[in-house]
């Protein structure tokens, strides 16, 4: 089990630019969802 000597500091850098993709993502999408009820609203207002 402990044959792979973890490099954290490696480890840590991916951890963080995975973090920071996701909060990419997550913001990417709260944008998209925020626009799209704003399309929504447009339509019920015709």
């Keep these: 089990m402990n044959r792979l000597p ?4 490696h480890l840590e850098a991916a951890d ?3 973090a ?3 909060g990419e993502l997550s913001m990417l999408r709260q944008l ?3 626009s799209a009820e704003k399309d929504l609203g ?3 207002n015709r």
């Design 6 to 9: 973890i490099d954290m500091e």
């Design 16 to 18: 963080m630019q995975q």
């Design 42 to 44: 447009n339509e019920m």
């Design 20 to 22: 920071k993709e996701e």
């Design 32 to 34: 998209r969802e925020r």
